[in-house]
């Protein structure tokens, strides 16, 4: 997949990149990006990582390819094959499977303490959050599915902000790690779907119903949110095979 030009920082894993940007060297930022390629899809699942093609695509050395494919293999982004090198892991209904329970379990316990605890400021969060990401398409054409690296960050960035009162860093690492996995097959149905994978009003209707402290009404909603991607996903994966 050709990769669109674009100002975005990279997903940075169980924390704000745009944070962590000052700090970084070299080795960091080098997989900061090969981890928002491949989530991204700009390296197809199941292709192969080949560090003198590494090397030149990315302009970085051996220690610091290793290093990070080494970081994304424990990541379950990667995946390290005896004798063979490394792989893009592949997209699997098992996986997904798995995604979409572990996500559904920690979402609904993050969003009920996150509104049981979130003051203003989390809820002014949330709103300009979402704002943010409604301002942005969510494909850079008109026609098919491109995908937006800076719209598909503020969406990220929209979902973590719903959980990010509920008092634990953990768990909201590990809520961002989900999403990250999750985000994979979210733009494998857009790139098959589009545009009838559009959401309609379910973020608006999910961050109404976090602001009115419904809290039944929005881990409802943010559950069969997951739910219903989740299935779609698995009908795309059960049609490529």
């Known amino acids: 997949m050709e990769k669109p030009a674009s100002n975005i920082v990279p997903f940075a ?15 960091s930022t080098f997989y900061d990006e090969l981890r928002n390629d491949i989530l991204m899809g700009f390296l197809e699942p199941g292709a192969r990582l080949v560090v003198d093609h590494l090397r ?39 996986e997904l499977a798995e995604i979409i329970e572990t996500q559904v379990w920690l979402n609904d316990i993050a969003l009920r303490k996150s509104m049981e605890r979130g003051d203003q400021a989390w809820e002014e969060r949330v709103v300009v959050a979402f704002y943010r990401m409604r301002k942005h398409r969510r494909s850079q054409s008109e ?10 960050a503020l969406h990220r960035d929209f979902h973590l902000s719903l959980l990010s ?24 149905v857009m790139r098959s779907d589009y545009p009838g994978s ?3 009003n379910v973020h608006k209707n999910l961050m109404d119903a976090t602001l009115e402290r419904d809290v039944e009404k929005a881990v409802r909603l943010l559950i069969e949110h997951v739910q219903n991607m989740g299935e779609n996903a698995r009908m795309h994966l059960g049609r490529s095979c």
């Open 56 to 94: 030149a695509r990315y302009g970085v050395g051996i220690s610091p390819i290793r290093d990070a494919l080494n970081r994304l293999s424990t990541e379950g982004i990667v995946k390290r094959e005896d004798l063979k090198g490394f792989r893009v892991m592949e997209l699997t209904e098992q």
């Open 143 to 152: 026609t098919r599915y491109v995908v937006n690296p800076e719209r598909e």
């Open 198 to 200: 559009a959401p309609g």
């Open 165 to 188: 009162a509920c008092g634990s860093r953990w768990m909201i690492r590990y809520c961002a790690q989900l999403e990250d996995l999750f985000g994979r097959y979210r733009r494998f």
């Open 13 to 27: 894993a169980g924390a704000d990149a745009r944070e962590e940007q000052p700090r970084q060297t070299a080795a």
